[in-house]
């Protein structure tokens, strides 16, 4: 595994740790998207979410708004309009069940 600290390090953190926890993942997704079938997410917007609560739930060396505001700029860049208020609607949701600080970084 290349070192944390290097991009391809942190992106097979995020593809490892998606693929470990995606029940609870997608339990989370389920959870939040109200009146989505989950089979209905396009599959652009629910990788993005994937991985932005995978940061959400583990990695709290990154302030939670930090993880919601690279989805949201993902999903504008990729996906639809709407998609963008979809995915910043579930993670902001999700954001306040966490109970911590949305704007500061915990122990990494």
Not at 25 to 41: H, L, Q, S, T
Not at 71 to 85: G, L, N, Y
């Amino acid at each position: 595994m290349a070192a944390q600290g290097q991009p391809a390090g942190f992106a097979e953190e995020l593809i490892q740790g998606v693929i470990r926890d995606l029940t609870l993942i997608d339990e989370v997704i389920g959870k939040y998207a109200k009146n989505w079938a989950f089979g209905r997410i396009a599959r652009v917007d629910l990788a993005i979410l994937r991985i932005a609560i995978f940061e959400l739930m583990r990695r709290t060396d990154i302030p939670p708004v930090v993880s919601i505001n690279e989805a949201v700029d993902i999903a504008k860049e990729f996906s639809t309009e709407e998609s963008k208020r979809f995915v910043n609607g579930i993670l902001d949701s999700y954001k306040e069940e966490l109970g911590r600080d949305p704007r500061k970084a915990e122990g990494g």
